[in-house]
């Protein structure tokens, strides 16, 4: 791409994003002087210098979405982040947990195959779709909430159901190695509190230790965090960082 080109292609970026962000905000009542403070004040730079923006090669990506409500900060923090990885010309494949009603329980047929590691045990239809989802794609994203330490029992049943003996672990396992694993992780108690507590090591170790390992190239979380109903004044504080972050994640992974 030309300079000349790449330049129309960044302002055309700014422009999308400024739109889709001030809708974002007026949703939660805010200005967009709180982006302009967020971008100019506490970060002690200029947001749009930060970024450098670029077609690039897209990737693949898979995006594992746990959410019971429409209406939540983390579906807003959801469609952030998607905005930007479209903008970034990135190819994006969704299951919406919820949405699609995914059964989470495992059956008595599904437990023995896995606990008698039985590769080429039958597997159900919606297990192999997500199962090829995976494999179509070149890195996944896991957006969800926090429920007591943990992602919600759709997310931990799409775990438990879908890492299959033969596919994910042993023996011999098919599941292809991705480019990148990432977890953006919405939670309601403050950052502090969840590495004093042990919350923030116990949630890494099992989803980015256990659930992850060796099955991607990058692995990691990042925690949205103080975003409890229970404090108004903090959590309207932090929407307009946490919500930009995740559209610059999008556009820059």
Request: aromatic residues 14%; contains cysteine.
């Amino acid at each position: 791409m030309s300079t000349f080109g790449q330049s129309k292609w960044n302002v055309a970026l700014l422009i999308r994003e400024h739109c889709f962000l001030n809708k974002m905000f007026s949703d939660y009542g805010l200005s967009m002087w709180s982006m302009v403070e967020w971008r100019h004040g506490s970060m002690g730079h200029d947001y749009y210098d930060k970024l450098e923006f670029g077609r690039g090669i897209g990737m693949k990506v898979f995006i594992v979405y746990c959410h019971p409500s429409k209406d939540s900060f983390t579906n807003d923090v959801y469609k952030s982040f998607e905005r930007g990885l479209r903008d970034a010309g990135h190819e994006i494949i969704i299951s919406d947990l919820y949405e699609m009603n995914f059964k989470t329980d495992i059956s008595e047929e599904e437990y023995l195959r896995e606990t008698y590691y039985i590769a080429d045990g039958i597997k159900s239809k919606d297990v192999l779709i997500e199962q090829e989802k995976i494999q179509n794609s070149d890195a996944i994203v896991f957006i969800y909430p926090v429920f007591w330490t943990e992602a919600p029992a759709k997310l931990v049943g799409w775990f438990d159901r879908i890492w299959t003996t033969g596919f994910a672990y042993k023996p011999d396992p098919t599941m292809k190695v991705l480019e990148k694993a990432l977890f953006i992780v919405c939670a309601g108690k403050s950052m502090e509190s969840l590495i004093e507590t042990g919350e923030k090591s116990a949630m890494e170790i099992v989803m980015l230790g256990d659930r992850i390992r060796n099955r991607a190239k990058e692995k990691e979380m990042v925690i949205f965090d103080s975003m409890t109903h229970w404090n108004e004044e903090a959590r309207s504080e932090n929407i307009a960082r946490h919500l930009s972050k995740a559209y610059e994640m999008g556009i820059k992974f």
